[in-house]
Nanobody, 126 residues
Framework: QVQLVESGGGLVQAGGSLRLSCAAS????????MGWFRQAPGKEREFVGA????????YYADSVKGRFTCSGDSAKNTVYLQMNSLKPEDTAVYYC???????????????????WGQGTQVTVSS
């Protein structure tokens, strides 16, 4: 089993920045990649970005490309989502997820992810 705990959410003004953290514990050695998703009220869960543990390859949704950056610290079993130039439409609950199965890194298919954190709220005011 893998346990994921997100932190770092909060309230920020448009144009500001936040950094989310996702600490993983348990059987992390077999995880292929870590993903970030978000879900706004009344909307489906949306892929934000992903990072492979091996080689640190990353992939981002078009809506956040150039503003958000995924990074990881394998020694700490922690991944980060640096969010810059935040917009009100970025407001959502953000989730990290762990994926054991290899494949297309940028897949938005939530079923590819085996473990999920509890989520952290990000609110961007205009």
């Amino acid at each position: 089993q893998v346990q994921l705990v997100e932190s770092g959410g909060g309230l920020v003004q448009a144009g500001g920045s936040l950094r989310l953290s996702c600490a993983a514990s348990g059987r992390t050695f077999s995880s292929y990649a870590m993903g970030w998703f978000r879900q706004a009220p009344g909307k489906e869960r949306e892929f934000v970005g992903a990072i492979r543990w091996s080689g640190s390859s990353t992939y981002y949704a078009d809506s956040v490309k150039g503003r958000f950056t995924c990074s990881g610290d394998s020694a700490k079993n922690t991944v980060y989502l640096q969010m810059n130039s935040l917009k009100p439409e970025d407001t959502a609950v953000y989730y990290c997820a762990a994926r054991d199965r290899p494949g297309v890194l940028g897949s938005a298919n939530t079923h590819l992810y085996d473990y999920w954190g509890q989520g952290t709220q990000v609110t961007v005011s205009s």
